[in-house]
């Protein structure tokens, strides 16, 4: 195992990142306890809230980037602090030098040394060392400087987890149950919540497996080389567009049931233009404003609560159940559920940076355990209470549920979905900045492309300076585009969350890290830990593919 030492002169520009949120690093020393105690006594009320607040924003940014490939294509040269905002320091490219200087070579995520593989070239040739190809966050944290490395507390690392793992995929557990009825439905969750929070577990024995692994597309390539690497950073993508269809799918709902009446198109064209502008936000202000995810969903729990015990008959009423099932009422929708309850732990994909992330990586179990026990409590009083007051009638997302209830407070009512329609608002640039960082990079391996931005003007002899910004705007403004597009062919939010628990969580967070697991520990685990890992491998399989084809039906 090589360790790779970069050249002191090479230097990686997140966009918009503020120091303050480093990342972590082996160089950082562990606090002790009583250090700890001391330190949060001292601080004030506010610097708490800012310090929770600066170690969410740290790991949503570390999390969005952690499987982007990025490929450093030698010659380019760093571009000037006053050209931040363009498309090349949007892009998270590092910019190694390759002088002759003494360096050694990081371990090779394709387990060959001197040798990596880009994503973005169009075959999976090698190519020499000379061009690194790695991942955002493996550069991002080899990069910062000693003085501005912080580290997120126990409490913290909960609070980032739930934030991250609690999301809008909460809205669709009433109908998961509906689909699923009562005993199904619960078994499914149990399966779901005992599924990955084991996952969570393996995956830290995994990293640990080699401690230059910091996240999953490492894990991947640690275990199954090239290969490994390429489907996770695949996968990452085409779930984050999954994830900004939902957005928008969501967002449209909430203008339709705010102000209801107007043309499906003409929706989906407002949405358009209330999100897109948000991807012109510098990052660090979108990872902040994604706290809203967690005062949405506490304020939708409590308002669902409330409404239920504030009216005493059917519908909407938690003194008089509505129409329910123990069993499924149609055995044909019940592989529906199983991705609309998985979607509920999309976020599983959070914990390697987590880990990486906390200041006693040795208190990881626990916290997951914590994180879990807050997760399960909030989903089950959302899901359970959500189908006793609908029953049969619950629809897909519980909100659009609640709007029908005249004897509701409207004002608490209203919101509500404000706070979940401003959801998207919220998360829409932070989900889709890895999309556009991916074509960017793209774009700057066509050698003719590069030629033509660098392409000096006849008339002043300097190179055109409009060029980036308007390559920019039209490549931001075409991807929102084509996910607003997307989002006419999966018109409807539970088909969506389906979709996206399903095929992707059940891999991401079930599948691919037990067999990472199995397929590097495999030589030290008994016959019987063998058989159970393999045993939820099948389970999870048939549960995606029974899921992802109900998803389309």
Request: net charge neutral; glycine share 6%; charged share 15%.
């Amino acid at each position: 195992m090589f360790d790779k030492e970069y050249h002191s002169t090479a230097n990686l520009n997140i966009p918009n990142l503020h120091p303050s949120h480093g990342g972590p690093s082996s160089s950082s020393s562990i606090v002790s306890d009583f250090e700890g105690n001391e330190q949060e006594l001292s601080c004030s009320f506010k610097d708490r809230i800012e310090s929770f607040v600066g170690s969410y924003s740290r790991a949503s940014m570390m999390h969005m980037a952690e499987n982007v490939i990025v490929s450093d294509a030698g010659g380019m040269a760093s571009e000037d602090e006053n050209e931040v905002s363009s498309i090349f320091s949007s892009s998270f490219l590092p910019r190694y030098s390759n002088h002759n200087h003494e360096s050694t070579s990081r371990r090779n995520s394709e387990g060959t040394l001197h040798e990596r593989t880009s994503l973005l070239y169009p075959s999976l040739q090698k190519i020499n060392s000379c061009t690194s190809v790695v991942t955002v966050a493996d550069s991002y944290s080899l990069h910062q400087q000693p003085h501005t490395i912080s580290k997120s507390s126990f409490l913290q690392s909960i609070f980032n987890s739930i934030n991250i793992l609690i999301g809008v995929g909460i809205l669709a557990l009433p109908l998961g149950f509906k689909n699923a009825g009562w005993v199904m439905g619960l078994l499914v969750f149990l399966f779901c919540f005992g599924l990955t929070n084991y996952t969570a577990k393996l995956l830290v024995k995994c990293l640990d497996a080699d401690p230059n692994s910091y996240t999953y597309g490492d894990m991947g390539a640690y275990a199954y080389g090239v290969k490994g690497r390429v489907f996770i950073s695949v996968l990452f993508l085409t779930e984050l567009t999954t994830c900004s269809v939902a957005l928008v799918v969501l967002l449209s709902d909430g203008i339709e049931s705010l102000f209801p009446g107007h043309d499906p198109v003409l929706v989906r064209v407002i949405s358009f233009l209330i999100l897109t502008p948000t991807l012109f936000i510098p990052v660090r202000h979108l990872s902040y404003t994604s706290l809203l995810g967690i005062l949405s969903v506490f304020s939708l729990m409590t308002v669902i609560i409330y409404d239920g015990l504030s009216k005493p008959t059917t519908p909407g009423s938690l003194h008089e159940m509505a129409v329910t099932s123990i069993f499924p009422e149609d055995w044909l929708a019940v592989p529906m559920s199983f991705g609309l309850i998985m979607a509920g732990f999309a976020g599983h994909a959070v914990f390697p940076t987590i880990y990486r992330d906390m200041k006693r990586p040795k208190d990881f179990d626990k916290m997951v355990n914590y994180t879990y026990i807050v997760t399960a409590l909030v989903y089950l009083t959302v899901a359970v209470a959500g189908y006793i007051m609908f029953g049969s009638d619950t629809m897909q997302e519980i909100t659009l549920n609640l709007v029908t209830i005249p004897e509701y407070n409207q004002m608490l009512t209203r919101l509500a979905v404000w706070l979940i329609a401003l959801n998207p608002v919220a998360k829409y640039g932070l989900t889709l900045n890895p999309i556009i960082l991916s074509w960017q990079i793209g774009l700057l391996q066509n050698s003719r492309f590069e030629a033509w931005l660098n392409k000096k003007s006849r008339r002043t002899g300097n190179v055109s300076q409009w060029k980036k910004p308007v390559v920019k705007v039209i490549g931001v403004v075409s991807t929102s585009a084509f996910i607003v597009v997307l989002s006419f062919l999966l018109p409807n939010f539970d088909q969506v969350m389906s979709l996206l628990g399903a095929l992707f969580s059940f891999i991401i967070s079930g599948i691919f890290p037990l067999m990472c697991y199995l397929k590097l520990f495999k030589h030290s685990l008994s016959r019987w830990q063998i058989l159970l890992n393999y045993v939820l491998v099948i389970i999870a399989v048939i549960m995606a593919l029974a899921g992802t084809v109900r998803a389309f039906i």
